[in-house]
């Protein structure tokens, strides 16, 4: 058994960019060039940074458990971490990462098909690599599950098939 403070002392020593990154070549090879071709509705004349910088940063802002956009901007905003990125993306010339005004602002207009064709790419490269094997039911059949909470609520029972909520006291 692992005591709290050996997996403390773990924490401290992993690189987790480092290990997102061999996660991200073993599973999904093309990740990044999926991310430069998702389509960018802002005006092409006022472009700093592509949509693989803005979607990569938000990437990782979700992986280092940052909670607010301002605390990414502030916290990745550093040459060690511009310069992993910029190489990670093949980008010589990354000076800055995005204002978390930038990302807010590519992601307000962003198509969601596109963030669904990524989804779909690493599904099928999971499934293609049989990572996800030994979650099959009896050997054979994918759990699915689906939250519809939510999609449609009414103060009062509409017809007969509707579920509703009892609350008991």
Not at 114 to 131: A, F, G, Q, V
């Amino acid at each position: 058994m692992v005591t709290r403070k050996e997996k403390r002392n773990r924490e401290k020593e992993a690189n987790y960019f480092f290990e997102f990154l061999k996660i991200q070549k073993h599973f999904f090879k093309d990740l990044m060039n999926n991310l430069k071709k998702v389509a960018d509705h802002r005006h092409q004349s006022y472009i700093t940074y592509g949509p693989e910088v803005l979607l990569f940063t938000m990437m990782l802002k979700n992986m280092t458990g940052l909670k607010s956009m301002r605390n990414m901007s502030e916290s990745f905003n550093k040459e060690e971490c511009i310069k992993n990125v910029g190489k990670v993306l093949g980008l010589d010339s990354l000076e800055e990462l995005p204002h978390y005004d930038t990302i807010n602002d590519f992601l307000s207009g962003l198509d969601v098909n596109e963030l669904e064709k990524i989804r779909t790419y690493m599904i099928k490269e999971l499934l293609k690599k049989r990572s996800l094997e030994s979650y099959r039911i009896e050997g054979k059949y994918w759990g699915v599950i689906i939250d519809g909470t939510g999609l449609h609520t009414f103060h009062e029972k509409h017809c007969k098939h509707c579920l509703r909520r009892a609350i008991y006291k």
